[in-house]
């Protein structure tokens, strides 16, 4: 749930941004005038997962966690190159010689 509430802070820090382009008008750069809502829920993100991963690799072997986070990690990745790859063909224009 943590995870999700930091990645709802970062729509609402740019939905601030998307107004004006100005940070200025977020209640707590308001407050301590060096700090967004996007910058504290990314760096909230990103210890809450740094956490998890940590969780994840002291509860199993060194090859189990690789094994665990390419399984994660390369479907989504190569998912995203195939639907990039089309995407490009796509709007290029040119036919694509394999």
């Not at 382009?21 to 997962?49: H, K, W």
């Not at 998890?52 to 665990?68: D, H, M, N, V």
Request: without cysteine; neutral net charge; proline residues 3%.
């Amino acid at each position: 749930m943590l995870r999700v509430a930091f990645a709802a802070l970062v729509v609402l820090s740019h939905s601030f941004d998307l107004i004006d382009g100005n940070p200025d008008r977020q209640p707590v750069y308001r407050l301590f005038g060096t700090v967004t809502f996007g910058e504290l829920a990314v760096d909230g993100f990103f210890i809450v997962s740094g956490f998890l991963i940590t969780g994840s690799f002291l509860g199993s072997g060194y090859g189990a966690y690789l094994g665990k986070r390419v399984l994660r990690i390369y479907p989504g990745f190569l998912v995203a190159f195939v639907v990039s790859i089309v995407i490009a063909q796509v709007f290029s224009g040119h036919a694509m010689d394999l």
